[in-house]
């Protein structure tokens, strides 16, 4: 009998084989045919290929190399790869993310190249010294993590600030496909890529607000942290600057993302409404249409029947998809006319649009005020 190990889980075992080739039960076959060892895996003769192979002692046999895995893996080589993603013309994206890698060097990449193409964003984890529990036992909670947020710990020694960049709290608890650890800890961006896909589908379009019902996480077994509802208003608090989604778990609704903020800190001390996930997904969507649009009209003659066409297919494909979405408001101009597009521009063989619009605000607060009255007594003498 052979029986196989990876780490000290039983992965699969043979028996009753042989040594011949050219057998049915040579055990070459038996391992290649095997549902459960062929994960692992491969045997491959040796070339040339023998009729038999001689007797194989028994013992303890440790299997080395595969070439399923890339080894030595550092931030350089993700630097690099991340850096490939500036090429537009190659690579059409719309979230970035390296799951849990929380280095600087890779946060600030990722802001780079997504501020450099303004068609995408990024997903930005925290450390598992921050926002995990590894082996059961929680390593940071809501003030490690706005402690990280905000610059305030040496892994990451500035704030997170940028429209093109969103993070989670915490960590979750996630069946991978593993057959030696099926249940482990991930960091947040694994679950929220899906649950943002999701929402994707379930409203037919790629600007909507990726929270609350929109963003159940059905497929994780637990979080981190139990956040309160105080905790949560200190995570993702507008006063206080602070940009952090949270993942949380209600009897009613299970567990899912309760906030779509992107990093975006106020300007000049005045609380910014619109630093939301949906308002940054509205204008990534122009950029985007844009870049499919913008290649019809080169070399078309500069004259006011190219403004204008240029103008209602910029209407037709884009803004009205979006005001029939509710993505943005009512009044939107486009202008693409010989008051914006000078001599001066023409003489650089040049054309300017001018997209102006209001993006919809979503509903993060509901009050509800309830009065009872009692009831009137009128007593007569």
């Given at each position: ?14 028996s ?16 290649n045919?095997?549902v ?6 491969k ?33 350089s ?36 190249v ?25 390593t940071?909670?809501?003030?490690s ?12 020694d ?17 069946t ?38 929109f ?12 956040i ?27 567990f ?29 969507f ?16 500069i ?13 037709n494909?884009i803004?009205?998809?979006l ?7 009512e009044g ?28 919809v ?13 009692d009831?009137?007594?009128v007593?007569?003498?």
């Amino acid at each position: 009998m052979m029986t196989f190990y990876m780490g000290t889980k039983n992965i699969g075992k043979i028996s009753s084989f042989s040594y011949t080739v050219a057998d049915t039960t040579f055990f070459g076959n038996l391992i290649n045919n095997s549902v459960a060892l062929k994960k692992f895996v491969k045997y491959v003769l040796p070339s040339p290929a023998p009729t038999t192979i001689g007797s194989i002692p028994d013992g303890t046999y440790v299997f080395s190399g595969g070439t399923s895995g890339l080894s030595n893996i550092n931030d350089s080589i993700y630097v690099a790869w991340l850096d490939a993603y500036k090429n537009l013309d190659i690579f059409d994206v719309d979230i970035i993310a390296v799951p849990g890698n929380s280095t600087q060097i890779i946060i600030d990449k990722i802001q780079e190249v997504c501020e450099y193409r303004k068609d995408c964003f990024g997903i930005v984890d925290p450390p598992e010294t921050v926002a995990g529990k590894p082996n059961g036992v929680i390593t940071g909670g809501v003030d490690s993590m706005l402690f990280w947020h905000n610059g305030q710990l040496p892994s990451l020694d500035h704030k997170l600030n940028s429209k093109y960049l969103a993070t989670y709290f915490p960590w979750v608890l996630f069946t991978t496909e593993s057959d030696i650890t099926a249940d482990q800890w991930m960091p947040p961006s694994v679950v929220v890529i899906e649950a943002i896909s999701n929402n994707d589908k379930q409203q037919s379009n790629i600007f909507g607000m990726p929270a609350g019902k929109f963003a159940t996480l059905s497929n994780i077994n637990d979080i981190a942290y139990y956040i309160t509802e105080e905790e949560k208003s200190n995570l993702y608090d507008d006063v206080l600057g602070n940009n952090v989604n949270p993942i949380v778990y209600t009897t009613r609704q299970g567990f899912f993302i309760d906030g779509q903020k992107t990093t975006q800190r106020a300007i000049d001390g005045i609380n910014n409404a619109y630093n939301r996930i949906n308002v940054m997904r509205v204008s990534l969507f122009i950029k985007k249409k844009l870049q499919e649009i913008v290649p019809n009209f080169f070399y078309l003659p500069i004259i006011a029947a190219t403004y204008k066409e240029f103008a209602d297919v910029i209407d037709n494909e884009i803004m009205k998809v979006l005001k029939a979405k509710g993505a943005i408001k009512e009044g939107y101009t486009i202008q693409v006319d010989s008051t914006i597009n000078t001599p001066e521009v023409e003489a650089e063989l040049g054309m300017i649009a001018i997209i102006t619009f209001t993006p919809v605000k979503s509903t993060e607060k509901i009050k509800v005020i309830s009065i009872m009255k009692d009831q009137e007594v009128v007593v007569q003498l």
